[in-house]
């Protein structure tokens, strides 16, 4: 893990990227000959006035062996060309703001198709198309003046809730939006099994007690303050029941015009994803025109596969070492949900929750692979050399496996941290960094378990401790609760979560992650040359000032860059950025507590609507993930960051200062988690990169077409022109 060991990878990756050598498995894969029978579709569409200019064109099949999808833009004057299309026959429609659903038409590759598209004869129709974030910013959240909360007796908000902004951070995605969309039809509609009820208030405590989830979301309320959060929604659906409607958003411009949005059917109607994975991130050439794996969290166990080139989707399932650990999810339904009554759907016992490729194409995930309770080697008095130093005695409840698609095994590694997202080093050791851990961060030696299948030997973990005394070396260490002694260190526990997320080693060998809460931080850990025993921790909170955020606040998901800066997602509305080369003060010593370096954050504000009575800078916006197309797989250059833009029904792609929105605007309701970046032929142009991301959301029956909806995989391209083949 040695720095300079690191750095001398970084380089040689970049480097293999960036002239376009093979994938580290050989050459990449060929194209299928089904890839290849493909043509494409076009022509122009129309109006009353003239040619449509920013409205998409969808071509949908289901002659494939899984329903596939083509989903292009229209020019300024109207023109559009569907590329690579399988032989098939296809509906093709036109959708727009501005517009309802064209008649669908039947064509195949080859066709030039004219299409009339659908004026559409209400603003209220109109909006029905728009994301859900725009619905979602009708919502009144508690005026500032409400703060603090004077509990049940008085206005209803838990006085907890200091300000408004630690209020909007749990409506958005440090809670709500963290696991599915807010203004979807499906929330900002009461669905009528929920039944008759005196007042919305009462029918919102019905609906969020409903299903397996119904516990967690009434937890949440209770947390906030039930009396005035169901208030809340309940006036939010009752103004829109009574026909009020958000503001228009704009239609595509630009180089938006140019994607292709490319979707495919997989998983089944009662799962649901979190992640996906298409290629090594730290060499995007790694199977490259491969299967794409993805993985359902507590629902079910099996990993969905993707094969592109045939279209086929498929299933690899998830083992467990001692299969006597139970369900991840609660199996007996309290309050049945409106689509599925008292069934529980999600039956998983691995709770697989992120996947990672490897240099080999092998699939890496978190997942439980045994009881929670840990063994004593991880625990006081053991001889390992991380429970030396802090042990774990008490519980980890999802560990590590890996399944090889050559020999088709999963082999389990049981660590003593618990797991949540990984992600592989650019090192000698091939060190795979896992957040969840609770007070430590933890790590895998690939290579050594590797060489020896030693997961004792090969795993470590270390806690967070802060250099407060300055000296560049880890020493005594006071406590969290404990106040800062200048002569020692300190350590830290972070977040809502008790643990670090979103984990991300940087190229110069440091691991970065965010931490939940309010402000919320972000740390910077250094391994040092012989971890844990050398593990120093950086924290960078969210600048405030007279307790209140500057800016923005609370991030979720985040990702480093090739230059070692970390961008995040807050639940201000923003994507951020934090720059260490920027600080102007000591990074360490008794004054390096969060607060230190205001100057290395700079904050972009998310490209939708505010929330009602919000009046504080940011947007209604509340991305769960920022991740970095460090090596320019999308085609807008290397290093953008990309907001998974769960409220927008599509990725924002920070470009040179400005927002690139590529909507996905079939079915509504894309929600997804994660983004993975592919380069498949690096001489291929945009026909041979492309982003990979999957519908996430824990409600797939909330998007268009309600039950019986399942997850998507759906790849970006970016073309050179709207029109390009």
């Known amino acids: 893990m040695m720095q300079s060991k690191a750095l001398a990878a970084a380089a040689a990756l970049a480097a293999t990227v960036l002239l376009g050598a093979a994938s580290m498995q050989g050459a990449p894969r060929a194209p299928s000959a089904a890839a290849t029978s493909t043509g494409v579709i076009s022509g122009v569409v129309t109006g009353s006035r003239g040619p449509e200019a920013g409205v998409w064109v969808i071509a949908e099949t289901n002659d494939l062996p899984t329903k596939f999808a083509k989903i292009v833009v229209t020019d300024d004057r109207g023109r559009y060309l569907l590329p690579d299309l399988p032989l098939a026959s296809y509906d093709v429609w036109v959708r727009g703001y501005g517009l309802v659903d064209s008649p669908k038409r039947k064509a195949r590759p080859g066709a030039t198709l004219a299409l009339r598209a659908t004026p559409a ?134 180089i938006e015009r140019n994607v292709v949005i490319t979707m495919w059917d997989w998983a089944d109607p009662k799962a649901y994803l979190h992640d996906l994975v298409s290629t090594d991130r730290r060499n995007p050439t790694v199977n490259a025109n491969g299967p794409v794996y993805a993985v359902l969290e507590a629902s079910a166990d099996y990993m969905p596969v993707l094969d592109p080139e045939t279209h086929t989707a498929t299933r690899v399932p998830v083992t467990l070492r001692d299969s006597s650990a139970g369900p991840a999810s609660p199996q007996q339904v309290a309050v049945p949900s409106p689509y599925w009554g008292t069934e529980a759907i999600w039956n998983s016992r691995a709770n697989v929750h992120n996947p990672m490729l490897d240099e080999r194409g092998r699939v890496w995930i978190t997942a439980r692979v045994r009881p929670p309770a840990n063994p004593d080697f991880c625990k006081a008095g053991s001889t390992h050399p991380s429970a030396s130093l802090f042990p774990l005695n008490g519980n980890a409840g999802r560990h590590v496996a890996v399944y090889d698609p050559k020999t088709k095994e999963m082999k389990h590694i049981s660590t003593c941290f618990g797991t949540h997202h990984l992600m592989f080093a650019e090192d000698a050791d091939r060190t795979l960094w896992l957040s969840g851990g609770g007070p430590v961060v933890g790590w895998v030696n690939t290579r050594l378990w590797d060489e020896t299948g030693d997961e004792q030997r090969a795993q470590g973990w270390t806690a967070l401790v802060l250099d407060i005394n300055g000296n560049g070396r880890r020493d005594e260490y006071v406590e969290p609760n404990a106040p800062v002694d200048p002569a020692k260190d300190k350590r830290i526990n972070t977040g809502q979560y008790g643990s670090v997320y979103a984990l991300s080693p940087a190229p110069d060998g440091s691991v970065w992650g965010t931490t939940f809460g309010f402000p919320g931080a972000i740390i910077r850990l250094s391994p040092g040359t012989n971890p844990p025993h050398t593990a120093l921790t950086e924290i960078f909170e969210l600048p405030m000032n007279a307790g209140k955020p500057v800016l923005g606040f609370s991030p979720r998901g985040g990702d480093v860059d090739r230059n070692g800066v970390y961008w995040a997602a807050l639940a201000s509305g923003h994507m951020a950025s934090f720059d260490r080369r920027k600080c102007r003060g000591p990074l360490n010593g008794p004054s390096a507590t969060g607060q230190h370096c205001p100057e290395g954050w700079s904050f972009h504000a998310e490209p939708l609507p505010q929330l009602g009575n919000v009046a504080s800078p940011g947007s209604g916006e509340g991305s769960y993930y920022t991740w970095v197309d460090q090596f320019g797989a999308l085609g807008l250059g290397a290093n953008v960051p990309i907001n998974t833009g769960n409220q927008s029904e599509g990725l924002l792609a920070l470009k040179d200062g400005k927002w690139v929105v590529l909507r996905v605007p079939y079915p509504m309701g894309f929600y997804t988690k994660w983004l993975d970046g592919r380069i498949d032929d690096p001489k291929a142009g945009w026909k041979g990169r492309g982003l990979w991301a999957a519908v996430s959301t824990r409600a797939p029956y909330h998007m268009e077409g309600g039950k019986g909806q399942t997850s998507k995989a759906i790849k970006f391209q970016l073309r050179p022109d709207p029109l390009a083949r």
């Not at 408004?164 to 440090?174: G, T, W």
């Not at 009528?192 to 919102?204: E, H, I, M, Y």
């Not at 959060?229 to 026909?243: N, P, S, Y």
Request: contains cysteine; proline residues 10%.
């Open 121 to 254: 004869p209400t603003p209220r129709a109109a909006a029905e198309y728009y994301p859900a974030g725009y619905w979602f910013s009708l919502i009144r959240i508690p005026a500032e003046s409400e703060f603090p909360g004077t509990g049940p007796t008085g206005n209803g908000i838990n006085p907890a809730f200091k300000s408004q902004a630690e209020y909007v951070r749990m409506v958005k995605n440090n809670a709500c939006l963290g696991c599915h969309q807010m203004g979807s039809k499906g929330t900002r509609e009461l669905h009528p099994a929920l039944g008759a009820f005196q007042s919305s208030d009462q029918a919102w405590a019905r609906r969020l007690a409903s299903g397996q989830a119904g516990g967690a979301m009434m937890g949440t309320v209770q947390q906030m303050g039930a009396a005035r959060t169901l208030r809340m929604f309940g006036d939010w659906t009752d103004r829109i029941a009574a026909g009020e409607v958000p503001p228009a958003p704009p239609r595509p411009q630009g």
